[in-house]
């Protein structure tokens, strides 16, 4: 049976799921907090009765979540503001302000849909993807079947074991070792396979970042190769670990390389590009094995362990600078964060932006998001936005008034004062150009945040300022030669806001 609860005290947080979690606090909250059961929206209005005995209550907007979970925002005839929270159940009828559209592969569960298949899937790749990929698995199933099978032979021309041999024992051995090598690179895959799955939407946004990450990552599973000698009993668990380092290695450099690639190839030749890099590649690899075996002749090198060591270190040091300078000269045209936060500060402070050359060496590889300032945290609910705000019900009405023309909403974190951070969230229908103006707002309130003391009257003139200066922004990124068509600046999908008109 549909039920309604209502908490009259205090409430600081809940999460987003059916078993709520609710913690005291001793700041009030500015709005009621109600938990409805795993219903239809229909349903959940009958069961509340709200909307049904208060004829001027209405729903103000609606959170909704990737997990199926919303969190409703009604006005009621006392101007409180109260917040129903819960799980969507598709109804046959009813309003479809939260239905949420069914895809290709509906039968899939969501967390396996969205680890093998890219963000946005089937709108966000061709039509053939999906055929093909399942045509790809067969086959790399096979391949590595063959592999597997090479690879003993390998091992028993070498030595370890014979197919002529008398002895069954010497053959089992020779097994034995294959499959403990065969395993080493499987362990090694299971690294390549949790980062392509789990975080294939980051590197278009960042590829200098990402290879720069492969390389360090790699060299950190060259030194567990380095260690075998010292401790040969535990070849395998050394082996494997070096493995899975350098396979996590591969599993980021791999895409990231691949957008690096297609930003070379201005004339639609992503083929030509990549086949000469390939020569590059292979070339660079005889030099180096050439060198590498000059070294290994040098007896001072084959016959100190020491003395390899430290010529390992010092190679592995030069080749992670070389890295660094080779990604340093990328000049990318397109704008993501780290960069769309350089031009927007400048144009900020200055009413200028840098060029693309300009702006890509002032792009700081190596250093994170989460750790530039001032800090952007996307996709924070209202309920978070008003916990860090301190607002009041009469001020929550305000800046839903104030964001109206705005996808998104923007409020500055008051409860960490020498600490600037901002929270946003977006609407249904933002774009990257959405992400975009909240950037260039934050950014503006970060560089004038002291000149009055009343919240509202700063958020509402960076908004005037953003209204007037965006376009000039827009119009130098594009005199500058910026792609202003294409951001890689992407909303976040794992909660929208839709906004409805209040009464």
């Known amino acids: 049976m549909p039920f309604s609860l209502q908490f009259n005290y205090p409430i ?138 090479v690879t003993s032979s390998l091992l028993k021309a070498v030595g370890v074991g014979s197919f002529s041999g008398t002895s069954a024992a010497a053959s089992a051995a020779a097994s034995a070792a294959a499959i403990r090598w065969v395993s080493k690179d499987g362990i090694g895959a299971v690294g390549r396979f949790f980062i392509g799955g789990r975080f294939g939407n980051l590197f278009d946004d960042d590829p200098k970042q990402w290879r720069m990450y492969a390389d360090f990552i790699g060299s950190a599973g060259s030194i567990f190769d380095l260690y075998t000698p010292l401790y040969p009993s535990y070849f395998l668990p050394l082996a494997s670990l070096g493995n899975l380092a350098k396979a996590v290695a591969r599993g980021l450099k791999d895409p990231s390389f691949r957008v690096i690639q297609n930003h070379f190839a201005i004339a639609g030749n992503l083929g030509d590009v990549a086949a000469k890099e390939e020569v590059w590649e292979v070339a660079a690899e005889l030099v180096g094995l050439a060198l590498g075996i000059l070294a290994l002749d040098t007896p001072g090198i084959s016959k100190s362990y020491p003395t390899l060591a430290l010529t390992w270190l010092s190679v592995r040091i030069l080749h992670l600078w070389f890295r660094y300078q080779s990604l340093s000269v990328l000049q990318f045209n397109t704008i993501n964060l780290k960069r769309a936060r350089i031009l927007v500060n400048s144009h900020v402070l200055h009413c200028t932006v840098p060029g693309i050359d300009e702006c890509n060496r002032m792009e700081s590889i190596l250093l994170w998001q989460r750790f530039l300032r001032p800090r952007i945290i996307f996709e924070v609910s209202l309920e978070e936005m008003v916990d860090g705000g301190n607002y009041k019900s009469m001020q929550i009405k305000q800046l839903l008034n104030l964001y109206k023309e705005e996808k998104y909403f923007l409020v500055v974190n008051q409860q960490k004062p020498r600490d600037f951070e901002v929270f946003v969230s977006f609407k249904e229908g933002a774009t990257s150009l959405s992400v975009l103006r909240s950037v260039w707002q934050t950014y503006w309130l970060y560089q004038n945040w002291g000149w009055s003391d009343n919240i509202f009257d700063r958020l509402e003139q960076s908004l005037v300022e953003l209204k007037h200066r965006f376009p000039d922004l827009l119009q130098q990124l594009i005199e500058a030669g910026w792609d202003t068509n294409n951001l890689s600046l992407k909303v976040p999908k794992e909660m929208s806001i839709e906004e409805l008109p209040a009464l």
């Not at 929206?41 to 049904?52: H, I, L, N, T």
């Open 12 to 149: 600081f947080s809940t999460s987003c799921s059916h078993q709520l979690k609710l913690h005291n606090s001793i700041r009030n909250q500015p709005f009621k907090f109600l938990c409805t059961s795993p219903q239809s929206e229909e349903a959940a209005k009958d069961s509340s009765g709200y909307e049904k005995e208060n004829g001027n209550g209405h729903v103000i907007l609606v959170e909704k979540y990737r997990n199926g979970t919303s969190k409703r925002y009604i006005i009621d005839n006392d101007s409180e503001i109260k917040m129903f929270l819960e799980e969507h159940v598709p109804a046959t009828t009813g309003s479809q302000h939260l239905e949420i559209p069914v895809t290709e592969l509906s039968w899939l569960p969501k967390v396996i849909k969205d680890f093998v298949l890219p963000a946005g899937f089937p709108d966000t790749v061709t039509d053939d993807y999906l055929d093909y990929m399942l045509l790809q698995f067969p086959t790399n199933v096979t391949g590595w079947i063959c592999h597997t099978l």
